[in-house]
């Protein structure tokens, strides 16, 4: 282990305070479970309005910051080019972002907001139903959720790159706290925890989605001694990968998700009901332009519904703990492009190609169960993990298509995995930009126990609460750095052309 691992608390802390998590939940199933319950409720009953206030202020951050002057200066010394070409920092981007919750979500999500609507005033099941179901997954998986990793992201390659600085949280926030161990150390080790919850929420997700996989292609049960097996492959595979480096194994499955991805839509498209699909896009767009600013401070104080903290807040929350791994990785391969470029690069690619699976994949269940009588709906409100595989079924080459899911699946849990461990690596290294292979393999030990302990004490349920409960304190941080950024941006002298 390097010298500046092993002289570092934040790497200790961290991975002392995450194993004593996964020994609790292990022996102490029921307890954990409990707690966590009554976290989330305090977290969502208190706090979703904070959360829904922070990232419509990122949003607006983001936008006047890249239309300023300030949006011309590169993440990187003068002169300096992008590292990466386009297609290949789009794939890693979209990779690290989405990984397999767009894969999870894509069908479940328009789903569930069809067979229970977001509105208590629209009927279920209906075609105004359905248009506000895929108006709110669109709103869900775009900008805003954009918006924190591009925050993280942004001021860390500023750091890393331009001032040439540790890419650490606690540098990040310094112009706004001082410098301050105790409280830099604190910070980093909150910033580790909340990105493990965060991405051990995301392997979760796609491990219980291989399961229900499995059971509509194979017809094995849903287990969690089957989800124990994906999860102990899973981590041979992403620690094989992260052995390679930066620019081999996680450079060439970002490349291999992205020609899955647009592989599997292409054939949806072409396969499924086109028109409909591209009428869906279209409409779903305009709907969440027109409806951008009231999804985003939508909050139910009059009736007590809780609609919009299990959805809306939810996926705020998951964003903000999912931030550090996804910023700082954002970060390690955007070096060389202008803040404009960059803040363009994330908070629009990405979205569009969300929208146009949501729109693919999403508008095809929609349509089935609208036109052909089938009940997608149904089944994914008795188990969510099959709903991709349930929107197969009305489609040719089902297995194919089934197996091919599977496999994206896993190679996006893997490329997550892979990216997650090299990030929290550097995280707890000071750092460093090659943290050792044995501080990766810790953290890639941990984030697959923390993930199984999850599926153990509740599944679903439990993953949300983790995520959102670890990002409360994240989210006071990512406001710190907006404040800190524009400090610095201010003393930076701003070509007259890009540099």
């Known amino acids: 282990m390097e010298k500046h691992t092993y002289k570092n608390p934040v790497f200790f802390v961290s991975a002392i305070i995450v194993s004593l998590l996964v020994l609790t939940g292990a022996i102490f199933t029921g307890t954990f479970k409990a707690v966590a319950t009554t976290l989330f409720n305090f977290t969502t009953f208190n706090f979703g309005w904070f959360y829904l206030l922070a ?63 977001p509105f208590s005033d629209i009927e279920a099941q209906t075609e105004e139903g359905a248009r506000v179901a895929m108006g709110y997954a669109f709103f869900h998986w775009g900008v805003s959720q954009w918006s924190v990793f591009a925050v993280v992201g942004l001021i860390i390659a500023f750091l890393q790159f331009k001032k040439e600085k540790k890419g650490l949280i606690s540098t990040a926030i310094s112009p706004v706290v001082g410098k301050n161990r105790a409280l830099g150390g604190t910070v980093d080790t909150l910033a580790v925890i909340a990105t493990v919850m965060g ?27 089957i989800q124990m097996v994906i ?36 054939f949806v498209f072409l396969a499924g009901p086109t028109v409909f699909i591209l009428d869906t896009f279209v409409l779903g767009l305009g709907d969440y332009l027109t409806n951008f600013v009231q999804y985003s401070l939508r909050l139910t104080p009059y009736s007590g519904e809780t609609w919009v903290t299990e959805w809306t807040v939810f996926y705020w929350a998951w964003s903000t703990a999912w931030s550090p791994f996804v910023g700082a990785f ?18 629009v690619v990405p979205p569009v190609i969300a929208c146009l699976w949501i729109a693919a994949f999403g508008g095809t269940a929609i349509y089935s169960d609208l036109f052909n009588g089938t009940q997608i709906a149904e089944a994914v409100n008795a188990d969510m993990t099959v709903a991709l595989f349930q929107t197969f079924g009305d489609l040719p080459m089902t297995n194919i298509l089934s197996l091919l899911a599977i496999f994206l699946i896993f190679t996006f849990l893997v ?44 599944g679903l349920n439990a993953l949300q609460t983790a995520s959102l409960t670890s990002a409360l304190p994240f989210t006071v941080i990512l406001l710190l750095i907006v404040v800190a950024f524009v400090r610095m941006v201010k003393k930076e002298p701003v070509p007259k052309k890009d540099e």
Not at 62 to 81: D, F
Not at 203 to 219: E, T, W
Not at 330 to 347: C, K, N, P
Request: positive net charge; aromatic residues 12%.
């Open 330 to 347: 954002v970060a390690r391969v955007s070096r060389g492009r202008t803040i404009r470029e960059f803040v363009f690069g994330v908070l």
């Open 415 to 458: 490329t997550s995995a892979d990216s997650a461990t090299y990030i929290l690596g550097s995280m707890t290294s000071k750092g460093s930009l090659n943290p050792a292979l044995a501080v990766k393999i810790i953290w890639g030990v941990l984030i697959t126990a923390i993930a199984v302990v999850l599926l153990f004490a509740g």
């Open 199 to 225: 991405v051990a929420t995301s392997l979760g997700l796609g491990i219980s989605q291989m399961n229900g996989g499995l059971k509509s292609v194979f017809g094995l049960p849903n287990s969690i001694w």
């Open 231 to 266: 999860a102990g492959v899973m981590l041979v595979t992403y620690l094989l990968s992260s052995s390679t480096g930066l620019n081999r194994g996680i450079k060439w499955l970002s490349n291999l998700n992205l020609g899955l991805c647009l592989l599997l839509l292409v």
């Open 55 to 117: 990232v419509f202020i990122f949003v607006l951050f983001l936008v006047v910051l890249s239309i300023t002057k300030y949006g011309k200066l590169r993440l990187g010394p003068r002169g300096s080019r992008p590292e990466y070409p386009f297609f290949t920092w789009i794939g890693m981007l979209f990779s690290a972002g989405f990984g397999a919750g767009l894969v999870f979500w894509g069908v479940a999500e328009p789903m569930s907001h069809f067979f229970e609507t």
